[in-house]
């Protein structure tokens, strides 16, 4: 019991003396108190979706209206109540060139854009919906925007950087669209390992580290942020550090182990022993060298503490080895947390899910940041926020229906011209603007500048660099985080001279089937070919003075190679390409 | 109603973006509503134009064997001290240039710090944190950078000659990681263009036209940043000549010592000079586990001389006043002296120094024990360490940036300002 604790645990040291017995009842009365309180104040903002949750049906009468129009209502009334002007709605070129990036992590080609901006049927976005949802890349993108909720671009821990296995499962998840919630159960209880299955790759981040796995899985599935009440009880919310030590000690139990070697992967495995328990002695400042601590129960947020069976008469705890698949424990605490966390009668997390979902296509949250939806940051739409949440219950978490009211929405539909000057209004008065991220610019560069077509019938590498021709690691490390510390986009130095002095030319290539190809033969007039050069890259025609202006400057030239690289490397690096608008 | 609970973050954006929209927004200026206290902070602290080279002695320089000789002590070494220009302040003999420049600086004996290993040690002592899983925390170079540097200038603002340590912009942002120079000078990957300059004012112009029509309709501030960031790079391109140390070498060889650190020392001195905030330049490596003494014996005596030659050039220049040169390793030496004439990694007791920007020359702060294995007085922990330097930098050191929802302040929580050494 204590071994396995002593470590992880630095602070808050090993259990025994009584000193901090009357402060624990002191921290225990308090914190009833505050539970009534918080307890109130949630079930006033979870409004409507008490009402389903508790039944667990769908309620008799309920209003029926698609989604997508309470989406577009809701946020009509805020405009409204603001008095803030909606912008107008997007062109057909904008959309699709924004939901082909939303939905499937890349820009259409030229004959896609042609076809979807010649298409006269009331229903195209619809189809091109559709179309999107059912591409392979789907899974793929989606995979690749969970993978960093999940691990961001610099996981912690050992080996991390190696997630080919949980990479796949993501991936896995999303072709067969299982709803959210069976998934993160699975994700959560880690069953197999982290190369044939996969989920344990998450555990193993903070392996021995169960306060920082605390911190992290709170907040990503639960939108709640614990991490104040670690080191003292939170300053305004009503967390205490016993809610903290409480989820901890589901975690505290966890043990990775090397279980063999595949593919040049090591195979992670996450055991869970049948003892040991997290020890508390109180704020961080009031630790002392030699202070012991008391065991901490696994605590529900705002529920109940575990109940647990107790060990059987002699339990002897199994030995945890290397290459060895781990034995359940008697009785698995981090199971009992995932199914908890998962449940549609959860507090938090239909709505934490919701509210990061619909960040993922309109900029920001219902609830921003998305991952902090404590009672003092209130939505700016809380009818909104209830409505998706309960939506996403009554249909058994399906994410991809979600998304398809999101982006079916007139809402996400508007266009990107604001007055605002925001990438994301708070007021979602027009739409928003995201950097495309490294696995997608590059993607994009090569659907834009053909130089996938002009390479298609080359045989496929075994394990494709995902941003051929270019780096990866020149990639990560310009693009990976084009953000700062609260998710904003921040232009840097060393991306540009990326852009301006690295490797872009070797995208731009001049074989058959490429854009350089394609618009060097002289056998249409420069207008068509600007007008190709546009609608391949930006997917949209350009302007009248877009294409005088580069008309003149490909018309001068005897020999325009020298000049079409230039003009495709100004559209590549340009804003227009570097964003989702 | 709920503007006031949303708006935190709005703030800090427009914050970073104010100096942007000013300059590069021509038509688009917005009304920015009210600014918040950071900003005004960030601008007066910019006026007063305070810069920092930080002498990184990577792998732990040994405190014995420079400025906390312990004569006569079972843990005093090879080496003897030598009288310095301040009375009572003895050096090692390997630091004669330096020990006439006892006046200028300022040494803290008594440094306590809890990292032991380098990556751990490294990470602290260009953060002022320990390294934890969920917080990316910033590089002294980023917040000096945030907080010093300008928007609109050639050369950037956060600059590294043989850095070390990769934390880098940390949750700061992109906008603010270093560029990070070779040990030979040469300049970072991507820095300079192959392309002949009438070609590359054609592409410019041309991309510069598609940019332009962009920001002018989308009004947004994202692609104002990206333009921005844009023009910074291009920029740079007329900026080389200030990392050109060569033909003023010869005339400097002599006062920074003919030595690679010299060399880099002279680059930093040009870089502050230029306007740059932060320098870092680095010297490896001290990590003497064995033969301790002869790897001070070829390490120290350069780097002294470099050090002394860059405070007294800063001085002629009259830079010394609002330049800050810390210098100091992540770690310090064990006073054992191991089988192999080595010594260890040790954080009970070890030595650092700061000089110039107001700190007060000559004087020593703190003391370790006669054996020098524990602080006898005054312990300065890393935070301690990193507060007065950004105070001494005008930079209060309780300023508060936000990860996520969490805000950090630049020195850790309950750091204190070391007053006595700051005039």
Redesign the interface.
């Known amino acids: 019991m204590k071994t396995l604790l002593a470590k992880p645990f630095r602070s808050p040291v090993v259990a025994r003396g009584g000193c901090l017995r009357a402060f624990l009842r002191r921290a225990a009365s308090g914190f009833a108190l505050m539970a009534m309180a918080f307890a109130i104040m949630l079930a006033m903002m979870l409004g409507v979706v008490a009402g389903p949750l508790a039944g667990g049906a769908r309620t008799a009468g309920a209003d029926e209206r698609p989604l997508r129009d309470v989406i577009d209502a809701e946020l009509s009334l805020g405009w409204q109540r603001e008095k803030v002007e909606p912008a107008a709605a997007a062109t057909d070129a904008e959309f699709l060139r924004r939901v082909s990036l939303d939905l499937t992590g890349v820009v259409p080609t030229y004959d896609e854009t042609v076809a979807h901006l010649n298409d006269q049927a009331a229903d195209k976005r619809a189809r091109l919906i559709e179309r999107l949802f059912n591409d392979p890349r789907f899974a793929r993108h989606q995979a690749d925007l969970w993978d960093l909720i999940l691990f961001g671009r ?1 996981p ?2 050992y080996d991390t950087d190696k997630r080919d296995g949980i990479q796949r499962w993501l991936r896995d998840q999303f072709t067969a669209n299982r709803p959210y919630d069976q998934w993160v159960r699975e994700l959560l209880r880690a069953e197999g390992n982290s190369v044939e299955q996969g989920p344990p790759m998450y555990y193993v ?2 392996r021995n ?1 169960p306060e ?1 796995l605390t ?2 899985v709170t ?1 990503t599935f639960l939108g709640v ?1 614990l ?2 009440a670690r080191c003292h009880d939170h300053p305004f919310e009503s967390w205490k550090q016993l809610d903290f030590y409480g989820v901890a000690g589901f975690f505290a139990r966890l043990q990775v182990v090397d279980v063999g070697k595949k593919d040049g992967l090591t195979m992670f495995a996450v055991g869970e022993k049948s003892t040991g328990d997290v020890l508390f002695t109180g704020p961080a ?1 009031e630790q002392m060298p030699g202070k012991k601590g008391e065991p901490v129960k696994p605590k529900f947020l705002l529920g109940e503490a575990l109940a647990e069976p107790a060990l059987p008469e002699g339990f002897k705890e199994p030995k945890l080895e290397n290459n060895k698949p781990p034995p359940a424990p008697q009785f698995s605490r981090k199971d009992q947390f995932a199914d908890w966390a998962t449940r549609p009668d959860n507090p938090f997390f239909a709505r934490a899910v919701a509210n990061r979902v619909w960040a993922q296509y309109f900029g920001r949250g219902l609830v ?2 998305v ?2 939806m404590s009672p ?3 939505p ?1 739409h809380p009818a909104l926020l209830d409505a998706l949440a309960k939506w996403l219950v009554e249909h058994q978490f399906d994410l991809k229906g979600y998304m398809r009211e999101l982006v079916s929405s007139r809402s996400y539909a508007l266009s ?8 994301s209004p ?1 007021w979602f008065q027009h739409a928003r ?1 995201r ?1 495309l991220s490294a696995e997608e610019l590059a993607e994009s560069w090569r659907v834009a500048t053909g130089y996938d077509d002009a390479n298609k019938d080359k045989p496929a590498e075994k394990k494709p660099n995902r941003f051929r021709p270019l780096t990866d690691g020149y990639m990560l490390r ?1 693009f990976g ?6 998710g ?15 490797q872009l030319g070797s995208v731009i290539v001049s074989a058959p089937g490429s854009l350089l190809a394609t618009l060097a033969k002289p056998d249409q007039p420069w207008e068509a070919r600007v007008d190709r050069l546009f609608l391949q890259m930006l997917n949209r025609p350009p ?1 009248t ?2 294409r005088d ?2 008309v003149a ?1 490909l018309a001068a030239e005897k020999d325009p190679a ?2 079409l690289r ?2 495709i ?3 590549m ?4 390409f ?2 989702n ?1 | 109603m709920s503007t006031l609970l949303h708006s935190s973050e709005h703030l800090s954006r427009r914050a970073l973006l104010k100096g942007i929209v000013a300059t590069a927004a021509g038509g688009v200026v917005m009304n920015w509503g009210a600014l918040t206290h950071l900003d005004a902070l960030a601008d007066e602290v910019k006026k007063r134009g305070k810069r920092c080279i930080y002498l990184f002695m990577n792998g732990g320089a040994s405190q014995f064997e420079t400025l906390d000789m312990k004569p006569g002590r079972p843990t005093g070494g090879l080496f003897r001290p030598i009288a310095s220009n301040v009375a009572g302040t003895q050096v090692c003999e390997l630091m004669p240039k330096m020990a006439r420049q006892m006046d200028q600086i300022a040494v803290i004996r008594s440094m306590r710090t809890s990292e032991v290993d380098h990556p751990g040690g490294i990470y602290l002592m260009h953060t002022g944190y320990r390294p934890t899983a969920n917080v990316r925390f910033p590089e002294i170079g980023a917040i000096v950078a945030k907080y010093q540097g300008r928007e609109g200038t050639d050369l950037p603002n956060f600059i590294k000659i043989f850095g070390h340590g990769g934390a880098g912009g940390g949750f700061l942002g992109p906008k603010y990681l270093p560029f990070e120079i070779s040990p030979e000078g040469q300049l970072p990957t991507f820095s300079a263009s192959s392309m002949e300059p009438a070609r590359e004012l054609k592409r410019h112009e041309v991309r510069a036209f598609l940019e332009d029509r962009y920001v002018r309709e989308r009004q947004s501030e994202v692609a104002l940043m990206h333009r921005e960031s844009y023009e910074a790079a291009r920029r740079l391109q007329n900026a080389h000549q200030a990392f050109k140390v060569d033909q003023e070498w010869d005339k400097y060889k002599a006062l920074y010592g003919d030595s690679a650190f010299g060399k880099r020392c002279l680059l930093a001195r040009r870089l502050v000079e230029a306007g740059v905030p932060f320098v870092e330049v680095g010297q490896s490596s001290y990590d003497s586990h064995a033969d301790n003494f002869a790897w001070h014996k070829g390490l120290v005596p350069p780097m002294e001389h470099a050090w002394a030659g860059l405070l007294t050039d800063l001085k002629e220049r009259g830079l010394f006043d609002n330049t800050l040169v810390i210098w100091a390793g992540e770690i310090g030496r064990t006073p054992q002296i191991n089988n192999r004439a080595g010594r260890d990694h040790y954080v009970r007791s070890w030595t650092t120094a700061l000089a110039g920007c107001g700190v007060k020359g000559g004087m020593v702060y703190g003391a370790s024990d006669e054996d020098g294995y524990d602080v006898k007085d005054n312990p300065v922990t890393e935070g301690d360490f990193f507060a007065t330097i950004y105070q001494a930098l005008s930079i209060d050191p309780k300023t508060e940036n936000l990860t996520g929802v969490r805000p950090v302040p630049l020195a850790p929580f309950g750091s204190k300002v070391v007053t006595e050494l700051l005039s």
Request: charged share 25%; net charge negative.
């Open positions: 610099h912690p821990g981040q903070y580290q920082d911190e992290v907040q942020q991490q104040c400042k921003h940041p991952d902090n003092s940051n209130v700016s990107s011209r604001g007055k605002t000057g925001e990438a708070l603007t950097p310009f985080q084009p953000t700062n510390g609260v904003d986009f921040q232009g840097g130095l060393a991306e540009h001279l990326f852009l301006n002095n690295g302007e003075d877009e202006r580069f400057l020298e000049r230039d003009a490397w100004a559209l690096t340009c804003s227009e570097r964003f608008h």
